[in-house]
Each structure stands twice: as structure tokens, then as C-alpha cells.
């Protein structure tokens, strides 16, 4: 008689678990096959301890936005947290790329300074009905760590 260990689950995926963050609730997605669930957790642990509130994403789904017209606006208290040079603003725009939240704007000459959101950026603001949750210090500076020491 043999026995068999197979529960269903030949050629089932595994997916790697997440650093889910104590005080950053964040409602799951149903993906499609195929679709990477840790990018959009690791996209969505990034926006909580950015300063850039909902309004900024929502207003990226419809028109690119540069670094040096962010900190122009005289309506920024709506957009970000904390007031920020373009140098920061560029920082974070290009962390934001990297994870594949934002993308550059291209025009007829090529890539231009403006960024836009992605369908991946659309995909982890739909975690949150409201606002995106603020990470605590403490997620703020791991996630800072991670940002600028990634092999450590």
C-alpha cells in the first residue's frame, strides 16, 4: 500500500511572507495569478512612512505632477505632511520609482520631470478607503534604513 502526502497542492505557489507593520493596517487585494503581492505590501509599508498624503496620489491618477511645481503649490498642506525642498521631493519621487509606484512622464523630446502614478500605485491606494495610515516612528526609521542600506 503507498501512501501519499499530496494535499492538492502540486505546482501551488508559495508567497514569501511580508513585514506587516503593527500600526499600519492595510486591507489584502485579491491578485491576479502572477501578480507580485510583495511589491504591493512592500509599496504600501513605503506610503505610510512617506509625508505624502492621499490627495497627492489621487491628483497623480490624473495629471503628472514635477518635484519643483510640488513645493510652488501654495495649497501644499493638502498634498504632504511636512513642507520639503525639491531635492527631497526628487528623493522620494525616485524611491517611489524604484518601487514601482510612480513613473516618469515621457513627452515627444523623452522623459521629462514630472511623475505619474502606476497600476501598481492605484492597486495599494485601494488598501485604504481614506486616508493612508501613518507608519510610527519606529516603522519610519526601519523603513529609512531599508531605503538607503537595502543589503543590510
Known sequence: MSSSNNSGQEGATQVPETP?????????????PGEDTYALDRAAISLSCLPFRRSFFEEL?????????????????????????VDRAEAHFNWLIRLGVLRREVDGQGLT????LTPLGRQVLERWPGEIPRASLRERMLENFRRHRPRF
Open 20 to 32: 506587516q507593520s503593527s500600526s499600519v493596517k492595510t486591507k489584502r487585494i485579491a491578485t491576479l
Open 113 to 116: 520631470e514630472r511623475v505619474r
Open 61 to 85: 491618477k490624473d495629471r503628472a505632477i514635477s518635484s519643483s511645481e510640488l513645493c510652488q503649490r501654495q495649497d501644499w498642506p493638502t498634498l504632504v505632511f511636512a513642507p520639503f525642498g
